[in-house]
């Protein structure tokens, strides 16, 4: 790990005028994805601004009856509460099936939205990867890309996002919200949050260089029968192969996210429209545009045979 200087962050707004003024800096909060980055020198910042400070914690309703969660919230804390249990239980069961009780502990709301990639190559300082070097190459493209994107890929990158609770708040409708140096907020639709990766895959996201993330925000509950499922290769521990996030009403409609597959969660309005007819029908127009490798063809089938378990749970 390199030398790199501290501070604390005392207010969102003094956090965003620090990353913006300050070359080389980044957040940390739970610190359980850049930690590990900056040991294996993936991830060298000059400067680290812890925001653990900001009172940025909290989960209260809002006056349109969704509720808003703090940047800050650990996902233990989240998946636990009682509200989230009970309107949102798709995102509480998402947030089980990640990681360990361990990093759940430590690990933020914030934090999770922005994983990197867990990408082999990625990992792999000794091989070319667009995201941790841009304009080197891409590992993966003629690698071993089991693990890896189906679809929304590029010719620069085939990284999937791994995060569970991600494909579970795009499910729900979620809103991003910042904050910039001069106070000036804006809420991020998640649909926009993640960029494709085209010829830039190392900007992952939407966010400015000096924008904090302040909360998440959920909609009033959709209701319904919502289920999680992550198929993986153990039963813990492990991030998905393919998942699904889905919302089943009682008229039969309802919303479908896969995670595993994209370089973000992955949902098409046109597919939701389709679940009345069925699992085959949502996976077709779901992955219309997929471009498999040999190595990771077998996502698009499981992806289908899930999503068919799942409405069959669903409809009990």
Not at 66 to 75: S, T
Request: hydrophobic share 40%; proline share 5%; with cysteine.
């Amino acid at each position: 790990m390199k030398p790199f200087t501290y501070e604390r962050a005392q207010s969102p707004a003094q956090a965003a005028a620090a990353l913006a003024t300050k070359t080389g800096a980044k957040f940390i909060a739970g610190g359980t994805n850049l930690l590990d980055l900056m040991k294996l020198q993936i991830e060298a910042p000059t400067h680290l601004i812890d925001v653990n400070g900001l009172a940025l914690d909290r989960i209260e309703d809002t006056g349109d009856g969704g509720v808003r969660i703090g940047a800050l919230v650990r996902n233990t804390d989240l998946a636990s509460d009682a509200r989230i249990r009970r309107d949102y239980g798709l995102l509480s069961r998402a947030l089980v099936a990640g990681a360990s009780g361990q990093l759940r502990n430590k690990a933020t709301t914030a934090g999770n939205l922005l994983q990197r990639t867990r990408c082999p190559y990625f990992y792999d300082t000794n091989m070319p990867c667009n995201k941790r070097r841009p304009g080197s190459g891409c590992s993966a493209i003629d690698g071993y890309s089991r693990q890896l994107a189906v679809i929304g890929a590029s010719e620069a990158c085939i990284a999937t996002h791994p995060s569970d609770m991600a494909v579970a708040m795009r499910a729900l409708d979620a809103s991003i919200e910042t904050v910039k140096p001069d106070g000036a907020t804006r809420s991020i639709p998640i649909a926009a949050f993640y960029r494709e990766p085209g010829t830039t895959p190392h900007l992952e996201t939407a966010l400015a260089a000096d924008e904090l993330i302040t909360a998440v925000t959920l909609p009033k509950p959709i209701g319904g029968t919502q289920i999680y499922r992550k198929v993986r290769d153990r039963a813990s521990y492990a991030f998905a192969l393919v998942s699904v996030a889905a919302v089943v009403l009682r008229d039969g409609s309802g919303r479908v996210a896969l995670g595993g597959v994209a370089h973000k969660p992955w949902r098409l309005d046109e597919a939701d429209a389709q679940l009345g007819q069925g699992a085959k029908a949502v996976t077709a127009r779901l992955l219309a545009d997929a471009k498999p490798t040999n190595d990771n063809s077998f996502k698009i089938r499981l992806a289908e045979r899930t999503l068919g378990a799942v409405i069959a749970e669903a409809r009990g």
